[in-house]
């Protein structure tokens, strides 16, 4: 089992230019999450699917960051413009989900993609 | 809302002995999850352990084992016989159960960086 894909590892970029991160979760994992991971920093929450539907996004900041999940697998997290606080480590996890067998909320992450913005 | 506190940014400890790290939560809930995941310099979040708060006897996955204070509203994580494969960021994570199983947001700490020295 590959586990939770990201790309790319690592992205530099310019502020004000757009930047976009995939994500492809383990496969049959209904839930699938994107968080954000400061520097020193616990991760934080930007958005939630259940399938293909955003069912809590209530910390992604909208004016710039956007997601989508097409057919309920991959994911791909995007912004523009970037500014210089969005430097962090963009984490995605996904979960079985969908019920209330043991393993259904345990969350497995991928390797996170770190941006960097100059 | 839930927070999650990790009292102890960094801790080491030696090789072979036993490290315990402090975590408290604060909830209006009574029926959740506690998790404790970690985070190799690779960046990787690995799951260490799972608690189901409804269940009084304390979880145990080999080396690892947690100090669960339902009470309290504490637990902790021990690790016994350190290995220099156990230096990483550790972080201790909430998640509120909903019945029908269908809310999955984890709430993390700070984190703890572990250091296990020769």
């Known amino acids: 089992e590959a586990g939770v894909v990201q790309s790319p590892r690592y992205k530099i970029i310019e502020k004000k230019q757009p930047v976009a991160f995939w994500c492809n979760p383990i496969s049959g994992h209904n839930t699938l999450y994107w968080y954000l991971q400061n520097l020193g920093q616990g991760p934080e929450l930007l958005i939630r699917?259940?399938?293909?539907?955003?069912?809590?996004d209530s910390q992604l900041p909208k004016d710039r960051f956007s997601a989508e999940r097409l057919k309920g697998v991959d994911s791909t997290l995007k912004i523009q413009p970037a500014e210089l606080g969005d430097s962090a480590v963009y984490l995605c996890a996904s979960s079985p989900g969908g019920g209330r067998s043991s393993g259904a909320n345990v969350l497995t992450f991928g390797a996170g993609s770190r941006l960097t913005v100059l | 809302a839930q927070t999650v506190t990790q009292s102890q940014p960094e801790m080491s400890v030696q090789e072979a002995e036993t490290v315990t790290l402090s975590c408290t939560y604060d909830t209006s809930e009574s029926n959740y999850y506690l998790f404790w995941y970690k985070q190799p310099p690779s960046r990787q979040m690995i799951l260490v352990i799972r608690?189901?708060?409804?269940?009084?006897q304390n979880a145990t996955e080999n080396r690892f084992s947690v100090n669960f204070q339902k009470a309290a509203k504490s637990f902790s994580l021990k690790i016994s016989d350190s290995q220099l494969g156990d230096t990483a960021m550790y972080f201790c994570a909430f998640m509120k159960h909903e019945s029908g199983g269908s809310n999955y947001k984890l709430t993390f700490g700070k984190g703890t960086l572990l250091t296990v020295n020769p």
């Open positions: 699917y259940e399938n293909e539907e955003a069912v809590d």
């Open positions: 608690q189901e708060a409804y269940k009084q």
